[in-house]
């Protein structure tokens, strides 16, 4: 996986996969908001794909970071 904004690969975990940090760095809001519009699909339906909450899938399509990992 390369970071869109610089073309390079997020820092691993040592569990072989991206850090929890490098993911939400590398997260981009508006492509996600775009996403969902061409699959004409509402913050709703993205939320039940997703198996999480409306609110929560919704704060992670803001442009402004929201709450760090727990």
Do not use: N
Request: charged residues 20%; hydrophobic residues 25%.
């Amino acid at each position: 996986m390369r970071d869109s904004g610089t073309g390079r690969r997020p820092p691993h975990s040592g569990t072989g996969g991206p850090s929890p940090q490098a993911v939400a760095d590398a997260f981009d809001a508006t492509r996600l908001t775009q996403a969902r519009h061409l699959a004409a699909l509402t913050k709703k339906e993205v939320a039940e794909h997703l198996g999480v909450s409306p609110p929560r899938s919704a704060s992670t399509s803001r442009a402004s970071p929201g709450p760090g990992p727990t």
